[in-house]
């Protein structure tokens, strides 16, 4: 497994994260197997938050993983916090006792990551650090990161909280790259070059935070998965299915390689349960796109170049 530096840390962490959100319905069994696969292909690197399945993924993931035989160390745990029923919040007292749920639903003294979930209109920075504070010094959590953030909104937390930002998760993929067109189509008056996130590719590179992208195979707000939708991606797979044939690979593969050859330090975040899809997706991490092969990829998932 290829492995990246986490942000501005020491810790080397692998370049695909297995995403927790849809474990709530697996069968015991079938979760054990599917966390020792992960774990057996160095995917050691688990994603949650606390409203996936309304807590009961961190559930579910804390049982099945006492029957893997495996140790709290050989595994690193992020989840999220913030989102609430009709608000987000990231006041002192509601960081704090979501971490607190957050421990208790993963059956664990710590977390070795933990990240503030969709930006909070009302945040107190102020708050944020005490809370950052207080769960550092009391060994709760080792990490912290953000998610959906723009660079503006990083830099307000940036005046008050003391640890370093590690990770900003964002929507990234082939089919959703907006990031990488609002540079290449600086100062146009095209759509691609409006620019929806405050550069924050570059900013986060400047920074050393790294991206971890969620939702790698969709396309829009949860439209659906670009790769065999022939419909709206012809061309595309069509090319995605000729060059896995170069790299004895899938489009699935290709698409986890495209996102892969970026500089930007990324992490993909793979929320497949499924053992055989998540071999793909590892296979895509051992095979570097050429520099023409990536953007005719970029091209072919409807981008311009100007």
Same mark, same amino acid.
């Given at each position: 497994?290829?492995?990246?530096?986490?942000?501005?840390?020491?810790?080397?962490?692998?370049?695909?994260a297995?995403?927790c959100?849809?474990?709530?319905?697996?069968?015991e069994?079938?979760?054990?197997?599917?966390?020792?696969y992960?774990?057996?292909?160095?995917?050691?690197?688990?994603d949650?938050a606390? /409203?996936y399945?309304?807590?009961?993924?961190?559930?579910?993931?804390?049982?099945? *993983?006492?029957?893997?035989?495996l140790?709290?160390?050989? !595994?690193?745990?992020?989840?999220?916090?913030?989102?609430?029923?009709?608000?987000y919040? *990231?006041?002192?007292?509601?960081?704090?006792?979501?971490?607190?749920? !957050?421990?208790?639903r993963?059956?664990?003294?710590?977390?070795?990551?933990?990240v503030?979930?969709?930006?909070?209109?009302?945040? =107190? @920075?102020?708050?944020?650090? =005490? %809370?950052?504070?207080?769960?550092?010094?009391?060994?709760?959590?080792?990490?912290?990161?953000?998610?959906?953030?723009?660079?503006?909104?990083?830099?307000?937390?940036?005046?008050?909280?003391?640890?370093?930002?590690?990770?900003?998760?964002?929507?990234?993929?082939?089919?959703?790259?907006?990031? !990488?067109?609002?540079? /290449?189509?600086?100062n146009?008056?095209?759509?691609?070059?409006?620019?929806? $996130?405050?550069?924050?590719?570059?900013?986060?590179?400047?920074?050393?935070?790294t991206?971890?992208? +969620?939702?790698?195979?969709?396309?829009g707000?949860?439209?659906?998965?670009?790769? $065999?939708?022939?419909k709206?991606?012809?061309?595309?797979?069509d090319?995605?299915?000729?060059?896995?044939?170069k790299?004895?690979?899938?489009?699935?593969?290709?698409?986890t %390689?495209w996102?892969?050859?970026? @500089?930007?330090? !990324?992490?993909? /975040?793979?929320?497949?349960?499924?053992? $055989?899809?998540? %071999?793909?997706i590892?296979?895509?991490?051992?095979?570097?796109?050429?520099?023409? =092969? +990536?953007?005719?990829?970029y091209?072919?998932?409807?981008?311009?170049? @100007?």
């Amino acid at each position: 497994m290829k492995n990246i530096m986490l942000g501005k840390s020491d810790n080397k962490v692998p370049a695909v994260a297995v995403g927790c959100m849809r474990i709530g319905d697996m069968e015991e069994k079938d979760l054990v197997n599917h966390l020792n696969y992960c774990v057996e292909q160095g995917l050691n690197f688990f994603d949650h938050a606390d /409203i996936y399945g309304g807590g009961n993924c961190e559930k579910v993931f804390a049982k099945a *993983f006492k029957e893997t035989g495996l140790n709290r160390e050989d !595994i690193i745990l992020q989840s999220k916090c913030g989102i609430r029923k009709g608000m987000y919040d *990231f006041s002192k007292e509601y960081i704090l006792k979501s971490v607190d749920g !957050i421990l208790s639903r993963l059956d664990t003294d710590y977390l070795d990551m933990l990240v503030l979930h969709r930006p909070d209109a009302l945040v =107190e @920075p102020e708050e944020v650090a =005490e %809370a950052f504070d207080i769960l550092q010094n009391s060994g709760k959590v080792k990490n912290f990161g953000v998610s959906n953030h723009r660079p503006m909104q990083i830099e307000l937390l940036k005046q008050y909280v003391k640890q370093d930002i590690l990770v900003n998760q964002l929507q990234f993929g082939v089919c959703h790259s907006n990031m !990488i067109a609002s540079g /290449i189509e600086a100062n146009m008056l095209t759509d691609g070059a409006i620019d929806r $996130d405050g550069s924050v590719i570059d900013y986060c590179r400047i920074n050393k935070i790294t991206i971890q992208a +969620w939702s790698p195979f969709l396309y829009g707000f949860f439209k659906g998965a670009f790769i $065999d939708d022939r419909k709206a991606f012809p061309e595309l797979n069509d090319l995605l299915k000729e060059l896995s044939k170069k790299y004895d690979a899938t489009p699935t593969a290709v698409a986890t %390689a495209w996102v892969l050859r970026h @500089p930007a330090n !990324i992490q993909m /975040i793979a929320g497949t349960t499924n053992t $055989d899809r998540m %071999a793909e997706i590892v296979k895509g991490t051992q095979f570097e796109l050429t520099r023409e =092969e +990536w953007y005719k990829i970029y091209l072919f998932a409807g981008h311009i170049l @100007p």
